[in-house]
Every structure is written in structure tokens, then in C-alpha cells.
């Protein structure tokens, strides 16, 4: 079988390559010519794990340019360079590397020349993954039809049934690949983040589950190995768990919870793969949301990775650990409807607090208000106390409301909106935000609906 390798990969292949069939297995060497080994005597070497590119070793160049690194590393990718200047895309697999050659200039403009096996197998999925693309987009274009179609289930039944042939030949062309390049790292584990769990591909799944997406809910893993390490140590494994968390798992946060304990027990008990996916898992749930399930990873598992976050998801670990349940509750000072400062530690109820953060614009606050106000009536000469946190900006309107309703509970605000530097104390991102506090100030429940409030009362406050 042959394949079109792309530019990139053909860039000086045989101008540059030497083959060396005594290097060693594991170690990166070769020769850098033609330069000043005194102006760029280090070559560096990151590893590729997901998107991130961590530097794991360098070595000096010699004075006629030789390298070589000190020991073998994990199978996987890599990338290799000076400091400046392109980087080479290295795959360490199971067969010995051949020695690299390049000169300073080629260095620095297209990498080092590189051809062997797991490029060759790199390359050749790469095409067929392009190719199954293209099919399916014309798949997809040439079977558009509505739902106001009298023949829109038999047409929607026959686009499956193309859509899984058309996945079941992929797979095969996959395994024919791996047949052709036994002994790759491509072909051991890269190969399996391309092939498609499919419930066709047994009587037995098929029958027991109606569509695609419920047996991938379960199964979507099924075909790649977290327990394995070099399962991370590609670009292709952080897409591969995101595609999972987006499309099957519910996008609430029962479904969200389910998704990371599912993948982190796949991972396994390596404390290394462990700390890798749980820094994705923060890092992504940071940047993209819900923050309570950033929350939820930090209280439940994160303990050994925070050293490896980005910068701004430590700070939101760090802020958010303050606000565990158990915590005491930082103490703060807002302005009250008259513009009198008010302090948090000396306005608690005897028995316990409801510290809602809320905005008179915020339709479910405005629904929980009946609710609240009987609750309020209820137990408030029994120990409990209301301190309303509003992020409105205009004090007319948020006095309005008050007024309008009979807001009898302590209401505050700083009038800054989401900057208010309560709210933002409390790192709250929604509203209503509730934080139920006992009368040390605790934190013995947080960020729960306020519909369960009157069941939580009934056990604290006989």
C-alpha cells in the first residue's frame, strides 16, 4: 500500500537524511553541520502531550555539532530544535530512531529531515482520515432533506446505515494500516484515537442498544487504553476526551460529573496519567464552564496536580478551596439600602445564614421571592438570618424592588454588578448563588438550589 505524505513531511527527506542503521534504541542523536555551535551550542527537546509542549531535556552540541540525548524516553511524540527556529516533529516508538542531519540553516527553516516508519504510518492516517472527511461531507450533502418529507424516516434510516458502513470500512482501512506498520507506536496507540467504537460491530451491542449515541455514552473509550501511559503522550488524546464530555454525556452537571469520573477511572491508578488528565480536565472546565465543576475536581481529586495548571486556573482552585464546605466563610463589608457599611461576621443568625447573591433583573430570583419570604417568616425567630448580596448597578431600582416586594431581610450591595467585589470574593457566576452558613459562619452548603432550602432548614432548625 503506498500513501501521499504531505510537504511538510517531505520537506528534505532525502536531501538531509542519513540512514544509521547501528543507532541505538530510544536515543535521540545526529549532527547539526555547517554552523556555530558557539552562537547556538543547545538543542531542546519538549514533549507533546495533548496540546501542551513540555520541555523535558536539552543537550550541548559538540564542537564538530554532534548531539546526543542522555537516555530513552517514553514512546510518543516529541519535538526537537534549537531555541529559535522551527521545531521537528519526533515519534518515539518500539524500532530505534535513525540518527537525524541537518544544517544550522535547515534547523532553523524546516526542522530536521526526518523519514521512517512512524512517519510514514503518521502520514498515511492522516489521508485516510482526510479521505473519510471528504466522504462523509458528501454523504451528508447529497442526502439534505426535512422533516416535512413523507419519506423522512426511511431517508433518515438509510443515511445511518451509510453513515456506519461508511465508519465500519474506515475501520478496516485503519486495521489494514496497522497491519503494514506492526511495531509503531502509530500502529499500537495512535491508530486507536481513529477508529470508531461502533455498537455495529457486534449482534449483541446492536440489538441491545437503539442508537449510537447511548452506546457511546458507555463505550466511546472502549478502543483506546488509559491505563496505558503513551496514550498520553500525543496530540490527539485531549480533542479525543473533549469530543466525548460534549457529545456524550448530559451538558448539566450530573452529566458533567459523570463524564470525568468515567474517564478518570479509565486512567487508572498512575498517579502521572492521573495528574495529565486531571490538569486538562481543570484547565477546560476553567476556560469553558461550568465553575462548579471546577469545584467539583478540586474538593474531589485535585490534590496533586495543581502544580501544573495554568496560572489562572490555580487562582481559581486556590480561591475556590477557601469557599469549601467546612470553611469558614470569608467576612466581608457592604454598603446596606442606607449606604451604611455592614459586616458579615456580625449580622449571622444565631442558627444559620442564607448568603444569597441575587439582582432584581434575574427572572428565577424573582421566582424563589414567595418561597424565601415564607421560610424567612418561619425561622428567623428561631435563628435564621437572610443577607441578600444584589449585583445591581442602579440603586433606585434595586431599592424599588425591595420596597416593591417587602424584602424584609438584610439587603446589601456595592452597586458594582458582577465587579462587585463581593461577588467576586465569592467567585459567583450565576444568580441566584446560595451559601448556607451555620452560626460560626461554616460553610455547610453551597451553591445549591433554593428550592431545597425549606428541607435543609427543617433538619438544622427543629
Not at 426535512?146 to 453513515?163: C, G, I, L, T
Request: neutral net charge; charged residues 25%; proline residues 4%.
Amino acid at each position: 500500500m503506498k500513501y501521499l505524505v504531505s510537504a511538510a513531511f517531505l520537506v528534505g527527506f532525502f536531501s538531509l537524511f542519513r540512514l544509521e542503521t547501528q543507532a541505538q534504541s530510544g536515543l535521540i542523536q545526529g549532527t547539526v553541520k555547517h554552523g556555530q555551535a558557539a552562537k547556538f551550542p543547545w538543542l531542546y527537546l519538549w514533549s507533546q502531550q495533548g496540546k501542551q509542549e513540555k520541555l523535558v531535556d536539552s543537550v550541548a552540541l559538540d564542537k564538530d555539532g554532534n548531539f546526543k540525548f542522555p537516555k530513552d524516553y517514553p514512546q510518543g511524540f516529541y519535538k526537537l530544535g534549537l531555541k529559535l527556529g522551527v521545531k521537528t516533529t519526533l515519534i518515539l516508538g518500539p524500532q530505534p530512531l535513525n540518527k537525524l542531519e541537518a544544517s544550522y540553516e535547515q534547523v532553523f527553516q524546516t526542522g530536521f529531515a526526518l523519514q521512517n516508519k512512524e512517519m510514514e504510518a503518521w502520514a498515511g492516517l492522516e489521508e485516510l482520515k482526510l479521505k473519510f472527511e471528504r466522504q462523509m461531507d458528501s454523504l451528508m450533502k447529497s442526502s439534505i432533506f426535512d422533516e416535512f418529507d413523507p419519506r423522512y424516516r426511511s431517508k433518515m434510516n438509510k443515511q445511518e446505515a451509510d453513515v456506519a458502513e461508511l465508519k465500519l470500512k474506515f475501520n478496516s482501512k485503519i486495521a489494514k494500516l496497522k497491519q503494514e506498520f506492526p511495531n509503531t507506536y502509530v500502529s499500537e496507540v495512535l491508530a486507536n484515537f481513529y477508529l470508531f467504537s461502533l455498537k455495529e460491530s457486534s449482534k449483541e451491542t446492536n440489538k441491545e442498544y437503539d442508537t449510537e449515541t447511548a452506546y457511546l455514552h458507555l463505550h466511546y473509550f472502549d478502543l483506546v487504553n488509559f491505563k496505558d501511559p503513551r496514550y498520553l503522550q500525543n496530540p490527539k488524546w485531549e480533542d479525543f476526551i473533549f469530543q466525548y464530555l460534549l457529545r456524550y454525556v448530559q451538558l448539566d452537571l450530573a452529566g458533567f460529573k459523570f463524564g470525568v469520573n468515567h474517564v478518570l477511572q479509565l486512567v487508572g491508578p498512575n498517579e502521572d496519567s492521573r495528574q495529565l488528565v486531571l490538569t486538562y480536565l481543570m484547565d477546560l472546565f476553567a476556560e469553558k464552564g461550568p465553575q462548579e465543576m471546577l469545584s467539583y475536581l478540586a474538593e474531589n481529586y485535585a490534590s496533586s496536580c495543581e502544580s501544573l495548571l495554568k496560572p489562572q486556573t490555580a487562582d481559581k482552585v486556590s480561591k475556590l478551596k477557601v469557599l469549601s464546605v467546612g470553611n469558614k466563610a470569608p467576612d466581608f463589608k457592604a454598603p446596606d439600602i442606607s449606604m451604611q457599611a455592614q459586616e458579615l461576621s456580625k449580622n449571622l443568625g444565631k442558627k444559620a445564614t442564607l448568603l444569597l447573591f441575587w439582582s432584581s433583573t434575574c427572572s428565577h430570583c424573582q421566582a424563589d421571592v414567595p418561597e424565601l419570604l415564607d421560610l424567612y417568616a418561619k425561622y428567623r425567630s428561631k435563628g435564621f438570618e437572610i443577607i441578600a448580596i444584589s449585583l445591581d448597578k442602579d440603586y433606585s431600582t434595586w431599592l424599588k424592588f425591595i420596597q416593591e416586594k417587602k424584602l424584609v431581610w438584610l439587603n446589601w450591595s456595592d452597586l458594582g454588578g458582577w465587579k462587585s467585589q463581593v461577588a467576586q470574593l465569592y467567585m459567583v457566576h450565576k444568580t441566584p448563588t446560595a451559601y448556607l452558613l451555620d452560626g460560626q459562619q461554616l460553610i455547610l452548603e453551597k451553591e445549591f438550589p433554593l428550592s431545597e432550602l425549606g428541607n435543609k432548614l427543617e433538619k438544622l432548625i427543629p
